[in-house]
Structure formats: structure tokens, C-alpha cells
């Protein structure tokens, strides 16, 4: 049996050993929210494992950069992940640098993927890869997500996908 | 219309502002060095100050106006962007919505707002007002920011401006037959 037993201690230290190495952490203190917040990472963002969706997310949810129109709630993750998932299959996020304060934590991202499948909804895929930097604030309330403060460069990727500002057009510079 | 439901689809701007949270307790010395330099840099846009607040040794990480990439910029190279942004957004104003403090580095969410007065992201005034997010994170040694690291929500921005991206006029049109 001290065979066995050994295997499933390297099997336990497999499992709550995150996989996602980070460049700088600040999270003194808040280890356990720190955990968590890897968690979440490695196995909803980067995983897309949707049946964990729950296991980290509270189910009032609030996103305060939601699009207007989107659900909030745990269904606002689902949609998220699941978009992102059709429109970039191969997209992997980093961890840049994680810092921890009272009941928030904040990770600074690099995302790099190739828009491989259709975008938003239905104009043909670029192709084209991008990477650029993505800043995200979570709160946690009962060791899961209950709010989320989000943006990014997402006009960089935009443009490293090779779409183009416009100038006013004269309808719209009426107005 | 349409606008409307360009910002459905594209806008990941900030819904409106409501007084700061801080989680700074043990960090007051940097947080106010970032709420002094919060109003005097990007409140008043006092270009001159630049270098009471940033080290001659600051690495940018932002990619917006004020870096591009990791690079090394001194005090006077970000002068430009808020002389820049005085000029030709008189009225913007940033609201500090959350900020909190871990060891040496201060994070700062804020809600953007202002008014399309002059060019911006290299695109002729609209006259229109925008409200948007971004966030900053600083690090400070002897009371300076040595390090930067931060974004802002370009493409709400951009859609409530009505500069917008081709893929986003192509959705509309979709969006609009249905």
C-alpha cells in the first residue's frame, strides 16, 4: 500500500498545484484567494471547462464592463467563454503579474491566439494571430467571483487582425 | 439605433462612477503619492511636474501614448501625452473607481470621461462625449513610479465616438436586417 499511497499524493499535488506560472505576484497574505483565482484561470479561462463554471463564479455575478445587453450572472461567464472559444479555439492567456489586496484580485495578462473561427457572431475568420495585454479585477465573496472590473486592448487585437479605424462618416459627424 | 446597438455589441465601457473603494491600509504613503499624481498629471495635466512623480529610471509597459511595448522613457518623453490630451480634451475628467495596494505597486481603475474636442487615436473631432474605463498599475520606489503597466477600453471608446472598425459597421448592417 505505501506505493499506492504515494501515487496519490503525487496525484493530489498534480491537481492543486496550478498549472499557470505567473510573472510577479503580490498576494502576501491572501494566499488562499490567490489559489482560487488560479484556479478559475487554469480551468475556466484557459480551460474552458464550462461544468466548472460554478465551482468559481458567485450566482449574482456583476460585471461592471458587461456589454450592454449581455446577461450578467453566471450565464455572462458562459457566453463569455463560449464566444471566445468559437471566434479563438487556440487562445492562451498569462499571467503577467497578480496582485492581491483586501477581498480583490488583479492580474495584468498577455493574450496571444489566432482568430481561427468565425468573429462576432458571423464574419469569416482573419487567420491572423494576435497578442496583446489585458487587465482584470476580481472580487471574491465565499472563495468564488462576485464581481469583475475587465478591459483591455482589445483595439490592439483588432488591429493586429487588420481592421482599421474610419473616419467620421458625414451622416454620423451631423449628428 | 444602430448606435445603440453597436455599444451592445462592442462596448465594454464603464457603467457610471460612484465613490473610490480603497484597500490601501499599510500603503498610505503610495497611495498618496498616486492620488497627488492622479490630480496633477491627469487631472490638471501639469506636463512640467512629470518628473516629481516619475523616476528617471521608468519602464513602460502601456501601449497607449504613454509607452508601447516594455520601454525605458524618461519623465519628459510622456509630457506629450498629457499636454496632448489637455489640448485637445480640455473637459476630460477621470474618476477613481477602485484602487488598491500590494507591496510596492498601486492599481487604479478609472472611469474616463470627456468630450471629442480634438484629434484623438489620430482621428478628426466629433464634438461627442464618451465615458470609458482604464486601468493603471504603478510601481513606486522612493515615492516615484518606476514602473507602469495599464489599458483602456480603445474600442468603447472608439464605438461610442462613431470611429468605427469596419467588422463593427459590417455587424451593424447584419444586426439591422434582422
Redesign the interface.
Known amino acids: 500500500m505505501p506505493k499506492l499511497s504515494k501515487a496519490a499524493i503525487a496525484l493530489c499535488t498534480l491537481f492543486t498545484v496550478p498549472l499557470a506560472q505567473a510573472g510577479e505576484v503580490?498576494?502576501?497574505g491572501n494566499e488562499a484567494m490567490l489559489q482560487r483565482y488560479l484556479g478559475m484561470f487554469d480551468n475556466v479561462f484557459n480551460g474552458r471547462k464550462m461544468e466548472l463554471i460554478d465551482e468559481y463564479t458567485a450566482p449574482d455575478f456583476f460585471s461592471?464592463?458587461?456589454?450592454?445587453?449581455?446577461p450578467q450572472g453566471r450565464e455572462a461567464i458562459r457566453l463569455l467563454v463560449t464566444n471566445m472559444a468559437k471566434s479563438f479555439p487556440k487562445r492562451h492567456l498569462t499571467n503577467?503579474?497578480i496582485?492581491?489586496?483586501?477581498d480583490?484580485v488583479?492580474a495584468?495578462q498577455t493574450v496571444e491566439g489566432t482568430n481561427d473561427g468565425p468573429?462576432?457572431?458571423?464574419?469569416p475568420p482573419t487567420g491572423k494571430s494576435f497578442n496583446?495585454?489585458?487587465?482584470d479585477?476580481y472580487r471574491f465573496k465565499d472563495d468564488k467571483v462576485a464581481e469583475r472590473?475587465?478591459?483591455?486592448?482589445?483595439?490592439?487585437m483588432?488591429q493586429q487582425m487588420g481592421?482599421?479605424?474610419?473616419?467620421?462618416?458625414p451622416a454620423?459627424?451631423a449628428? | 439605433m444602430r448606435s445603440i446597438m453597436l455599444a451592445a455589441i462592442l462596448s465594454f465601457a464603464a457603467v457610471g462612477a460612484s465613490a473610490t473603494e480603497t484597500h490601501c491600509q499599510g500603503n498610505e504613503k503610495n497611495l498618496e503619492t498616486y492620488l497627488k499624481m492622479h490630480d496633477v498629471l491627469f487631472m490638471q495635466r501639469d506636463a512640467e511636474r512629470a518628473g516629481e512623480y516619475y523616476a528617471p529610471e521608468f519602464i513602460s509597459h502601456n501601449s497607449d501614448e504613454g509607452g508601447g511595448g516594455i520601454v525605458k522613457m524618461k519623465p519628459d518623453d510622456l509630457k506629450p501625452m498629457w499636454i496632448n490630451s489637455k489640448k485637445n480634451q480640455p473637459d476630460r475628467v477621470l474618476i477613481n473607481d477602485v484602487i488598491l495596494c500590494a507591496g510596492d505597486v498601486v492599481v487604479a481603475r478609472v472611469t474616463m470621461t470627456g468630450t471629442h474636442t480634438g484629434p484623438m487615436f489620430g482621428m478628426p473631432a466629433t464634438g461627442k462625449k464618451y465615458s470609458t474605463s482604464a486601468t493603471d498599475i504603478y510601481r513606486f520606489k522612493d515615492g516615484k513610479v518606476v514602473e507602469r503597466w495599464g489599458n483602456n477600453d480603445g474600442i468603447g471608446m472608439l464605438s461610442q465616438l462613431g470611429l468605427l472598425l469596419p467588422f463593427a459597421q459590417a455587424q451593424a448592417a447584419r444586426a439591422e436586417k434582422k
Request: some cysteine; proline content about 6%.
Open positions: 503580490q498576494c502576501k461592471h464592463d458587461s456589454a450592454p445587453g449581455n503577467d503579474l496582485i492581491c489586496g483586501g480583490l488583479v495584468y468573429l462576432f457572431g458571423g464574419l496583446f495585454k489585458w487587465i479585477i472590473w475587465g478591459a483591455g486592448d482589445a483595439l490592439g483588432m481592421f482599421k479605424l474610419v473616419p467620421p462618416q454620423e459627424a449628428k
